[in-house]
């Protein structure tokens, strides 16, 4: 038998952690509206690969501090909440 352990955890962030998490997550969900714009223009039914194609590059240039990863990440949000 398989026992999972969850351990509870909190977090003390500095004021400048703080500061730096809500900056990027609003420019994550900034992002997220622009893809989501671009989906239901037309896109309902692009996979990652058209998505890489027609947005990745204008994403990473509108959003340079953003990492690769969480760029990537916009499309499979979007998508989630479409299908």
């Keep these: ?3 999972t352990l969850t351990a509870k955890i909190r977090l003390y ?3 400048e952690q703080i500061v730096s ?4 997550t609003r420019e994550y969900q900034r992002l997220c509206n622009i893809v989501s714009q671009w989906y ?3 896109h309902f039914n692009a996979n990652q690969k058209v998505f890489q194609k027609d947005m990745y ?4 240039n509108e959003s340079p501090n953003l990492n690769s990863q969480m760029v990537q990440s916009t499309y499979r949000t979007v998508k989630a909440r479409y299908d």
């Design 1 to 3: 038998m398989q026992q």
């Design 13 to 15: 962030p500095t004021n």
């Design 21 to 24: 998490f809500k900056a990027i």
């Design 40 to 42: 239901f223009d037309g």
């Design 57 to 60: 590059r204008y994403l990473r």
